[in-house]
């Protein structure tokens, strides 16, 4: 254990040892706590909304009121013709344009249809889609309102309650998400670059012939990136409870053990890749080339389970996937340990096939 003990301590003053090193373990988890709640969100805001009314009645005039109100737009540009409606969505001044015919407000007072026409700028396909969703709900409900047609049938109604989320506050699932996505990029450039900075500068030899054998080696560079996940995870959960107010309702004790079997998972694909390349730059690379389709196919972006099913089975190797899963219910729903061995058991198949891969894998390259 002295033995480990001394390479674990020359590793963290690798990585601690100049001002630069500790900037870039500290900088980048301050930068995305400040960035990503705000930047990486599914959610519409202070866009621009172009308004064509070819109507003069009071409902248009009403209706453009309300959706004007909503927190998807926070300008409204009136339009007068289409000429200036195609220029407004050809140089993406706006995201909607919405365009009333001259006889809306006479169809709606003589209770027939009448029609609404909304242009999307199909270059930001996703945003509009949103946007226009949400038209469409206070249309409907304006509709509904000014036609006295209740929402449901007297005898019933349906309440929405959304039980982890209330507010639906869109940072309550990136912060969580970051805990995950910050200690895999710091666990694997710690791990990853282990090896190959010890070949590149010519110390690896110095350790083979040391009293360490290669699983002490391997656990001294193991160790390291775990103290730093480590600290990064506990800096993030304290800025999202204490800074952005997010409950986290969880056990600490869960939280704790739960990211050591993943740090563990992602070590080993760290590792595996530093035994695999020679140089620094090689590892870079092996790192960019795991963190890219680990976090697609993580459910940050977009839902597992609107993946293929053989896509789904692939991803059951991505530790990324298992531990999102864990820290947000964690943070928000206090999930028990009998729901969270259901993903916190695919991290131990991981972490010893991956850890088991990366001992063979450079024992094999020093033989």
């Known amino acids: 254990m002295h033995r480990i003990a001394t390479l674990i301590i020359k590793e963290l003053q690798a990585l601690l040892r100049d001002r630069q090193g500790r900037m870039l373990l500290i900088m980048p988890v301050l930068l995305q706590l400040a960035v990503f709640p705000f930047a990486a969100t599914l959610e519409v805001k202070n866009n621009t909304l172009a308004v064509f009314n070819e109507d003069t009645g009071a409902e248009s005039a009403e209706l453009i009121q309300r959706v004007a109100r909503a927190k998807a737009f926070t300008e409204v540009l009136y339009i007068h013709s289409d000429t200036e409606l195609r220029r407004v969505i050809d140089s993406q001044e706006a995201l909607v344009a919405v365009r009333f015919s001259p006889t809306f407000s006479r169809s709606i007072a003589a209770g027939h249809p009448a029609a609404i026409q909304a242009i999307l700028d199909g270059r930001r396909s996703n945003s509009a889609q949103i946007a226009l969703g949400y038209i469409r709900e206070i249309v409907q409900g304006y509709l509904d309102q000014r036609q006295g047609l209740p929402l449901r049938p007297a005898n019933s109604e349906i309440i929405v309650r959304h039980w982890f989320n209330p507010n639906l506050d869109y940072v309550r699932h990136i912060i969580p998400c970051l805990v995950a996505i910050i200690t895999t990029?710091?666990?694997?450039?710690?791990?990853?670059?282990?090896?190959?900075?010890?070949?590149?500068?010519?110390?690896?030899?110095?350790?083979?012939?040391?009293?360490?054998?290669?699983?002490?080696?391997?656990?001294?560079?193991?160790?390291?990136?775990?103290?730093?996940?480590?600290?990064?995870?506990?800096?993030?959960?304290?800025?999202?409870?204490?800074?952005?107010?997010?409950?986290?309702?969880?056990?600490?004790?869960?939280?704790?053990?739960?990211?050591?079997?993943?740090?563990?998972?992602?070590?080993?694909?760290?590792?595996?890749?530093?035994?695999?390349?020679?140089?620094?730059?090689?590892?870079?690379?092996?790192?960019?080339?795991?963190?890219?389709?680990?976090?697609?196919?993580?459910?940050?972006?977009?839902?597992?389970?609107?993946?293929?099913?053989?896509?789904?089975?692939?991803?059951?190797?991505?530790?990324?996937?298992?531990?999102?899963?864990?820290?947000?219910?964690?943070?928000?729903?206090?999930?028990?340990?009998?729901?969270?061995?259901?993903?916190?058991?695919?991290?131990?198949?991981?972490?010893?096939?991956?850890?088991?891969?990366?001992?063979?894998?450079?024992?094999?390259?020093?033989?």
């Not at 699983?215 to 952005?244: N, R, S």
């Open 185 to 367: 990029i710091s666990t694997l450039v710690v791990t990853a670059l282990s090896v190959a900075r010890e070949r590149e500068q010519g110390t690896l030899d110095q350790l083979l012939v040391s009293p360490l054998t290669p699983g002490m080696i391997m656990a001294g560079k193991t160790v390291p990136a775990l103290l730093v996940a480590t600290a990064q995870a506990t800096i993030i959960l304290a800025a999202g409870v204490f800074i952005y107010h997010i409950p986290f309702v969880g056990s600490l004790v869960l939280f704790y053990g739960s990211a050591f079997f993943y740090i563990l998972a992602l070590s080993g694909f760290g590792l595996l890749i530093s035994s695999i390349c020679s140089t620094q730059q090689q590892a870079f690379l092996g790192v960019f080339s795991f963190m890219m389709p680990a976090v697609l196919l993580s459910g940050f972006p977009s839902p597992v389970e609107n993946m293929p099913l053989w896509l789904q089975r692939i991803d059951w190797f991505n530790p990324l996937q298992h531990f999102i899963v864990i820290v947000k219910g964690l943070f928000v729903r206090n999930i028990g340990v009998s729901i969270l061995l259901q993903s916190l058991w695919p991290l131990l198949v991981i972490a010893a096939v991956t850890l088991s891969a990366a001992d063979w894998m450079f024992r094999r390259r020093i033989g």
